[in-house]
């Protein structure tokens, strides 16, 4: 339901807005900080069914974890049953690869995580993947996901390596916590041969908001990563190092839409980049565009896009006033277009002009007004406040046949 009161254009807004492996072990270059929601994880949250869009249901989901078997506190053995208790429906262990047998998985330990992949995954009720970190002190770290093999720092010692390595799989990867180590990924040097495989960039990692991660002597990673090129959706994701998997709130996760809740269909809407991040358990959001769900191609050049928002939390978040906030490409900071307050709940519906030239990615990130963002970016900026999700973009492809995507491959393993 859209209020005309609450529609508030980006004038307004901004004039009146003014007023080595071991540091990846520690979440932090951003501010950590909590969602002042009640702890406890067995809270059911929101309905998992769209009220926009049908054909898929929401499942929650951890995509990034450590145990023992990297630099991480827990036995691996007890990490995917944390998680199901926690009330997560999937969830991968990703521990770091290096060059050290002592600090990164080997392939024994490779060959452990994927027993107890195998032993959790329960097809229609509980996905259980294997993934990796490649953890690079400078470069940053890579998570990949649905390979038979690992590669680490012996094998793949800089980004082209890794990418050459990736491009002979069948396997997904993503760009984590973007901004901790200095060198971003060569500063996102997009390849395009990964077009179709690198499929997220990490908004929420533990309890720290990546929008402005390095600010002002880096620019935004989310900007950094879409400008060079990358087609990448967002994810939140828990980066536990501890022993008490999924069960702490406030730490990012992953809304994905899927058709089946199983490794295929996982793997099947990563590869759409049908999912969105959030720091809040149990929050669902789905979006379109024009019709076209979040992490699709729009067909247009320029013209007007109308978003239709499905925003849910439940009871604890009947009452809490948000805001829904229209991110578009910046030279060092994303834009904000429009901004409109909302209600969880409600279904909302903006309507924003677009156009190719200015960029050709858009966001749609939710924000709570009331709070700081502890990692903020350009003074004044919108997206000071304390960001709650943000949905995987949609692409302005101008009326152009989208990229042909590779084959999934149904493996979590």
Known sequence: MTHAHDHVRRRSLLAGAGGLLMLAATPGTARATTTGLATGPHRQGAARASRISHGTTLVHADLHNHTLLSDGMGD??????????????????????????????????????????????????????????????HLGHVNVWYTDEFTDLRGAASMPKLFE??????????????????????????????????????????????????????????????????????????????????????????GLWVTENTRAGVLAAMRKRRFFASRVSGLRLDATADGVRMGGRLPIAKGDVTFRVDLDRGPEFADEPLCLQVLRPGTRAPEVVEMQHLRAGEVVKVTVPLDVEDGDWVVLRISDPSRDNPSPGPYGHPCNDFGLAYSSPWWLTGGSVPHKSSTPHPSGR
């Open 76 to 137: 691996a053995e007890l990490a995917f049953e944390s998680m199901r208790t926690a009330g997560l429906d999937v969830a991968a262990i990703t521990d770091h690869s290096t060059d050290s047998p002592h600090t990164g998985i080997t392939r024994h330990k490779w060959k452990h995580t994927g027993e107890l992949a195998d032993a959790a995954d329960e097809p229609g009720v509980y996905t259980a993947l294997r993934g990796f970190e490649w953890s690079h002190s």
């Open 165 to 254: 390595w990736l491009t002979g799989s069948d396997g997904i990867g993503g760009f984590n916590h973007p901004g901790r180590q200095p060198l971003r990924f060569g500063e996102f040097a997009y390849d395009a041969r990964l077009a179709d495989q690198m499929v997220a960039l990490e908004m929420f990692n533990n309890r720290d908001d990546y929008l402005f991660d390095g600010w002002p002597g880096h620019s935004s990673p989310l900007t950094a990563c879409l400008n060079a090129g990358w087609r990448t959706g967002l994810t939140g994701v828990t980066d536990e190092h501890g022993g008490d998997w999924g069960h702490d709130e406030g730490k990012g996760r992953t």
